[in-house]
């Protein structure tokens, strides 16, 4: 392994985002890869499947030695780390009246606990390894927020403010820190059926691997952030300039999804 090869550890390896992101990276050349989520069978295919060293974590990320037992992994696997891709993450639907604070903790828990915690164990190792990056995949749900995702908003606006002052502190230390705001990406924890299956609204819907490009831009070229697809900086534009416009518009609009989104769909965890 040379001194300034890529070692890029990526969790949520295991499908959507993830996956795609490790495949791409799979593509640079003399890269490492570490694969992190709780799927071990998928973690296993996948490592087998790339065309460069890949080994992986079976670990969920919300356990309490879990920093711990990835720091391990890389530890004994070099000790080196070049990329860090904090790409895990979950929603569940829920208006605020219904799942209360128990469904803003399981979010925070796993959106951004589990991503501090990492990144405080693996910090040290990062830094001894700069010029290195950060990228935490966030959501244009982390700018604008609408009824029943609330929660899972909460989440991803922590996570870009705290990344934002990561960012400034790091910088100096060579480790740079990136933001992806994915939009709508058809993926199994976000299936987007509902926009998928209506010629008006399939357009808007993306794909992991176009998220997976952005990851490199972010993570390997030093961009700050990265909005997927790049229109959606509209509305975090509209949210700025114009705010009672875009909540008036955001709430019709969520009102009626909500009243189509069946039991079982707001019900059912998106892990
Ligand atoms: N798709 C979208 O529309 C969209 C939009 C904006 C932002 N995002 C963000 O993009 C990221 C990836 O989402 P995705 O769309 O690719 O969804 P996904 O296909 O459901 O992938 C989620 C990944 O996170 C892993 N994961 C979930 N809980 C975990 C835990 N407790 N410990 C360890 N790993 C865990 C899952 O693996 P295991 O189940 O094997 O653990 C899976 O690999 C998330 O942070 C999401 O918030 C997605």
Same mark, same amino acid.
């Given at each position: 392994?040379?001194?300034?090869?890529?070692?890029? /550890?990526? =969790?949520?390896?295991?499908? &959507?985002?993830?996956?795609?992101?490790?495949?791409?990276?799979?593509?640079?050349?003399?890269?490492?890869?570490? /694969?992190?989520?709780? +799927?071990?069978? +998928?973690?296993?295919?996948?490592?087998?499947? %790339?065309?460069?060293?890949?080994?992986?974590?079976?670990?969920?990320?919300?356990?309490?030695?879990?920093?711990? +037992?990835?720091?391990?992994?890389? *530890?004994?696997?070099? &000790?080196?780390?070049?990329?860090?891709?904090?790409?895990?993450?979950?929603?569940?639907?829920?208006?605020?009246?219904?799942?209360?604070? $128990?469904?803003?903790?399981?979010?925070?828990? /796993?959106?951004?606990?589990?991503?501090?915690?990492?990144?405080?164990?693996?910090?040290?190792?990062?830094?001894? *390894?700069?010029?290195?990056?950060?990228?935490?995949?966030?959501?244009?749900?982390?700018? !604008? #927020?609408?009824? &029943?995702?609330?929660?899972?908003?909460?989440?991803?606006?922590?996570?870009?403010?705290?990344?934002?002052?990561?960012? $400034?502190?790091?910088?100096?230390?060579? !480790?740079?820190?990136?933001?992806?705001?994915?939009?709508?990406?058809?993926?199994?924890?976000?299936?987007?059926?509902?926009?998928?299956?209506?010629? %008006?609204?399939?357009?808007?819907?993306?794909?992991?691997?176009?998220?997976?490009?952005?990851?490199?831009?972010?993570? /390997?070229?030093?961009?700050?952030?990265?909005?997927?697809?790049?229109?959606?900086?509209? #509305?975090?534009?509209?949210?700025?300039? =114009?705010?009672?416009?875009?909540? +008036?518009?955001?709430?019709?609009?969520?009102?009626?999804?909500?009243?189509? =989104?069946?039991?079982?769909?707001?019900?059912?965890?998106?892990?």
């Amino acid at each position: 392994m040379s001194a300034n090869s890529t070692v890029a /550890l990526v =969790t949520g390896a295991s499908s &959507g985002i993830g996956e795609a992101a490790a495949r791409r990276l799979a593509r640079e050349p003399g890269v490492e890869l570490i /694969l992190v989520a709780r +799927r071990e069978e +998928r973690l296993r295919a996948l490592a087998e499947s %790339l065309p460069c060293k890949a080994t992986y974590v079976a670990v969920d990320l919300t356990d309490t030695d879990a920093p711990e +037992r990835v720091r391990a992994h890389v *530890s004994e696997h070099g &000790g080196r780390l070049t990329l860090l891709v904090n790409n895990a993450g979950g929603s569940w639907r829920g208006i605020f009246g219904e799942g209360g604070y $128990a469904n803003v903790q399981r979010h925070m828990e /796993l959106n951004f606990d589990a991503v501090v915690r990492l990144v405080e164990a693996l910090l040290p190792v990062l830094r001894a *390894s700069a010029p290195s990056s950060i990228v935490n995949i966030a959501s244009t749900a982390g700018r !604008v #927020a609408r009824a &029943g995702t609330g929660s899972y908003s909460a989440s991803k606006f922590a996570l870009i403010g705290w990344s934002d002052a990561l960012y $400034a502190e790091e910088r100096s230390g060579g !480790v740079h820190v990136g933001l992806i705001l994915p939009g709508f990406i058809a993926t199994e924890g976000f299936p987007a059926t509902e926009l998928r299956e209506k010629a %008006l609204t399939r357009w808007i819907v993306s794909k992991p691997e176009r998220v997976a490009e952005a990851i490199v831009e972010t993570g /390997l070229q030093g961009k700050a952030e990265r909005y997927v697809p790049r229109g959606y900086a509209l #509305a975090a534009v509209f949210r700025i300039l =114009t705010p009672g416009l875009v909540r +008036r518009v955001l709430a019709g609009g969520s009102a009626a999804r909500l009243t189509t =989104t069946t039991a079982a769909e707001a019900e059912e965890p998106h892990r």
